[in-house]
């Protein structure tokens, strides 16, 4: 499934223009800091999570994290909710640099910065959807089917700023 969003940017498939119409502009730079700040709100999470399976925060094995980290996986009270925010924490990592590539992008070759702006926006609010649908509610079948959607559209959106900068480049 991770080929098709890039593949539809290439095509010119993507968020309609009645859609971004309806979204704010949002700083594509600002944006950046914004990803920078989702990828990590799951990790804070995380160690919340640790903090309370351990007994509270010098608990934490700030020493060794990835090998707590291991190990809580399979605590009864918490290890499915470390888990998954640990996944969105990682996810939210790998996302970042198409994202990050596709506004840098699009400012270095002058695209359309309302465009620009308003993908971003997009992109942001998927991510946001992203991490509580993981986090909170896709333990069923809808919310799996609701997160996946919204990462689906943040790749979209990133893979669209990426085209977007390419065909104001080939001008």
Known sequence: MSVFPPMMAWAGIGLPEGVLALLPYVSPLRALLGSVVLFNTPHMVKIYLTSKATGG??????NNPRAQYEELKSDRGYGDDISRAQAAH???LESFPVFAVGVVACLA????????GKLACAHLISRVGYNIFYMG???????????STCWFL????SC????????????
């Open 109 to 116: 070759v002058g695209a359309d910065n309302t465009l620009a």
């Open 137 to 147: 509610v896709s333990t069923n079948f809808a919310g799996g089917v609701a997160r």
């Open 57 to 62: 925060p010098g608990g934490i094995n700030n």
């Open 90 to 92: 990682s996810n939210g």
């Open 160 to 171: 669209q700023l990426i085209m977007l900068a390419a065909t104001k480049s080939d001008q």
């Open 154 to 157: 943040s790749l979209l959106t």
